[in-house]
């Protein structure tokens, strides 16, 4: 399958590169070297939790899937563990009003499973974020093989599929006896009974199964009811077990399976194609008139690429004429280096440069469309890096965000925006998703209304309004009426105050 194509500005696809692949971003680090959590993994904790969100699904209603509705199922017995809010907690500050919850869950398996040395699994986005619990329909370890597999085969998985996705999932992690006190009956000293005697995303589970050495207390628990991994591992005599006892095979299968798992999503829901690394990334853009200009900040980044090239940024006038026939242009006032996340790493990304640009701009002609030129400075022509043919287009300059302007306060954010006086009324106001807290992990919305900033006098043609913004905010997007025309304007978090 081919990725999906990044066509600037695209905050879904943009998000979701840098939650996967930039380093230090929440669900990435947490994972890189599966480690020990509750005396479990961070990891098992997150797969876990993916399944059963994903447990909700109907294939044949349609409903259900991975989709986040676990954040209101976690009262319920069948979803009992400290790993399930510990989990959601984790993934508080990454999604946005573009990236779902859902989606953040999906890519903590994959980080989970890379984390633990298990196969890369693709990461496709665009799940919708239930606003309700689903039915419960968790499989649990008292139930007979009948209603497991009448339960698998309702989320979309066979009867050997069922097999090979419970051993997959018991690779990690294992049973606490705090929460399940009638499944490890005897005293473990951890209070976590493992499932397989070594961590990692590998085949012990089955192999120790296979050879009867096997700890696992789904299986050889003195409780002979809550022995619910044995039925199911032996439901075919071991036929699907055998063949996963290879860690080839297992992780051939289990990335296969796990993949499933976390696209099965509503059937009103369509994922995007896989989301790689973008190559030329154009990032944290902004536009603001200041000190009778506008100012335009973006960076390009690069991948794999040396700090020898050099980049320039190129644009055009919106109204009338001062650039010459080829454009402006300023060359990077600035080249650096970052990691990649280990994720981006696997997929053989070695380091970013990022070369930043600060262009003063002519406010009465103003800015139509930019875009890049690349020269490696080794005799090759210089690529010209133009949004796949579409340009960098700036599709207003009537709403600008201003960042320098714009302060961090005790509550959040004073966050300003210019509106171009075209003496009309004007309304602004801003969604912003807020983050949840330990007790509620439940992203939600709030609306706010911006206020014309009396403390900031007109210049260059714009006013000024701002909005005091909550510090639990993960995006906003601003909304304004300007003489009867809607506006609306994307502002990532980390752009806050930049300038
Ligand atoms: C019949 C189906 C299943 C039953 C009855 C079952 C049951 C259980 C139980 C009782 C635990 C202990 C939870 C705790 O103490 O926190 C557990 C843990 C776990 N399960 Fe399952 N499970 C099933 C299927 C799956 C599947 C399909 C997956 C994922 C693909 C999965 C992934 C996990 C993981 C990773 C843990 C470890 C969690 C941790 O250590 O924090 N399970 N399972």
Redesign the pocket.
Known sequence: TTPAVFHWPDPAIDSMDEILYRPNNGVGILTTVCNARNN?SIA??W??IA?HDMATHDSVAGTGGLDASIMFELDRPQNI?L?MLLSLDDFALSPNEHVAMADIIAMGVINALIGCGGPIVPFRGGRIDATEAGPETV???QQDLAS?TAAFARQGFNATEMIS??A???S?????QA??PL?VTEDVPTG?QLFASKIGFDPKVVTEYLDSTTQNV?VVGSNVTTR?DMR?FFSDGNVTMQSMASADKFNQICGDL?ER?INTVPSTVTLTDPIEPIDFKVWNTVLYPQDGSLTLLTTMRIINSSLKSTVTLFWKERTGTFCPAAGCSVPSFQVQSAQPSFLAALKGVTGYTMHSFNASIDLATSISYFWFEVTNNDGSAPVIINNQGANFTIDQDVLLFVPPRTTFTSAGLDMVVAVKDLSGTVDVTSTTTLHGNASVPIPSTVTSNFELDSSIPAADGYTFYSASISSASLSNTVHATIDGTAYSLWVPQPLAGVA
């Open positions: 479990s098992a904790q797969l876990r399944y563990g790993g499989p649990e370890p497991h996705l419970v997959c999932g018991h990690l992690g294992g049973v606490r929460d399940f499944v976590v789904l619910s199911i796990i798992m």
